[in-house]
């Protein structure tokens, strides 16, 4: 089984599509898709609502918007209780800036001595089309950094949402750290996982994304300042957990 994540808000715009396409690219597999409408208050429940009635879809909805972290870790504890060794895990955005096409590469990756593949801009064919100046200064920063201190073997994107990782990966992270393999509530929950995730398996991997800022149809929602400063913090955690592995 193959479980797609999608975090959403306000995506009414893209998500039917986004959605549409996923369902092409996987139709040869089982697989079920999860959207997290995370306090959106346009008309993403009413395309939600729309795509239950034709796909196999789940959604969790909260009330007020939480954060990518928290929409992260809803929906992967969600299928917490579902999941076998050989599942596959998706997460990546619905605002239409991630390739669908690419899940099957990084399905046939991961079926081979891979347990995570993340889709890096910053590997040989990726890039970034559109994206804020500011918005890539802070990934490249937060990337290089994170790269330094935590070093993963062949991982060089540590703030890409675009992943799959495999079932028993993720079953050995919700063993070793319980409710705690998210804490971090904002966009720093990426790098978050790939690192601890990290302290137990090397097996991990990249393909080439182009990142499609461009055809996104909203404005970004991080705040580089307060983002920048949750890194901080979150290099002392991680330092300190570390330091007791």
């Known amino acids: 089984m193959m479980y797609i994540i999608l975090p959403a808000f306000n995506e009414s715009k ?14 040869s597999f089982e697989h079920k898709i999860l959207v997290i409408n995370d306090g959106s208050d346009d008309t993403t429940a009413d395309i939600i609502r729309t795509k239950k009635a034709r796909y196999s879809l789940t959604d969790i909805h909260h009330a007020k918007r939480q954060g990518l972290g ?24 619905a605002d239409g800036t991630h390739d669908p096409a690419l899940i099957p590469v990084m399905r046939n990756r991961c079926t081979h001595d891979c347990m995570l593949v993340v889709a890096s801009r910053y590997q040989r064919g990726g890039g970034e089309i559109g994206v804020p100046f500011s918005r890539s200064l802070c990934s490249r920063i937060a990337n290089h950094l994170m790269h330094r201190w935590f070093p993963i073997k062949h991982i060089h994107d540590y703030t890409s949402g675009y992943r799959m990782y495999c079932g028993n990966l993720l079953k050995k992270g ?8 998210i804490t971090e509530k904002g966009f720093t929950c990426m790098a978050e996982i790939i690192i601890k995730l990290g302290f137990l398996s090397d097996q991990f991997d990249e393909i080439p994304l182009v990142l499609r800022y461009d055809l996104k149809q909203t404005k970004s929602t991080m705040p580089v300042g307060s983002t920048i400063i949750r890194y901080i913090f979150l290099w002392n955690n991680l330092r300190l957990l570390r330091s007791q592995n």
């Open 14 to 27: 893209v998500l039917g599509k986004l959605i549409d396409e996923i369902e092409m690219v996987c139709a």
């Open 70 to 93: 928290s929409s992260m870790h809803d929906g992967l504890y969600h299928i917490k209780p579902l999941l076998k060794d050989d599942d596959l895990i998706v997460t990546m955005d």
């Open 174 to 181: 919700f063993e070793h750290y319980g409710e705690n393999l």
